[in-house]
């Protein structure tokens, strides 16, 4: 079941993909053209490039109800790319460093609106990072992550489960995806306090920052594994 459910995902992410390459080409048109449209054609496109996101948390989702592991050590993800992982995504703060590393035009008020939010999700990130720590601490003396680690994907393969790995106990699936949900929440509402901030060309900005890092990020990242692959 468990390689269904990576399969799944990973003609789902495949089609996903595709789309955030698309709505990137849109996105640096829409650039090119500021001075030609209104803002209410940007805010259209922000809103379509947020709920772009939010269909890949609804997705995420799904599949860690059937398969909590499967999220935090997810096979359709290179070797790059899980280097970056923070409870099974990025860092919700990274929507804001980029912004500050694109945007040379805010305002005081909107640098203070800002820092705000930084420090708001710090504290979150936080909070998650000491949850994470508690619910490892109730697995015993291994951690999960290093089970996780320790067996790779095999650990996630329902052959070798029960032998290697061991059942999920009920509670610790419930905790975990909980965590899950609450760190996917905290990236979209970073994301949308983030827009909210911003004018909407500034916004288009940052999000054309946030979408040619990721499909960066993951080009390399499989690129890389491949060319190790045929080493090997």
């Avoid at 789902?12 to 390459?21: S, T």
Wanted: with cysteine; proline share 2%.
């Amino acid at each position: 079941m468990t390689d269904a459910n990576a399969a799944s995902f990973e003609a789902f992410l495949r089609e996903w993909m595709v789309r955030q390459k698309d709505l990137l080409d849109e996105l640096v048109s829409t650039q090119r053209r500021r001075d030609e449209l209104h803002d209410d054609d940007l805010r259209e496109l922000i809103s379509r490039v947020l709920s772009h996101y939010e269909q890949y948390y609804q997705e995420k989702s799904r599949i860690a109800n059937r398969d909590i592991l499967l999220a935090f050590s997810p096979s359709w993800f290179s070797s790059l790319e899980r280097s970056f992982l923070w409870i099974a995504g990025f860092k919700p703060g990274i929507v804001i460093q980029l912004a500050n590393q694109v945007l040379d035009d805010l305002s005081e008020e909107q640098r203070k609106r800002v820092s705000e939010l930084n420090q708001e999700t710090k504290l979150e990130e936080r909070a998650l990072n000491d949850e994470f720590a508690k619910i490892q601490e109730s697995v015993g003396a291994s951690p999960l992550v290093e089970v996780v680690r320790n067996h790779g994907r095999s650990c996630l393969r329902e052959s070798y489960r029960t032998e290697e790995c061991g059942e999920v106990p009920e509670t610790l699936k419930i905790a975990l995806e909980n965590l899950v949900v609450n760190a996917d929440t905290l990236r979209m509402n970073t994301a949308l306090k983030m827009v909210k901030i911003l004018k909407p060309n500034q916004a288009v900005n940052v999000l054309v920052a946030v979408a040619e890092l990721h499909i960066k990020i993951r080009t390399w990242g499989l690129e890389k594994d491949a060319q190790g692959g045929a080493g090997g």
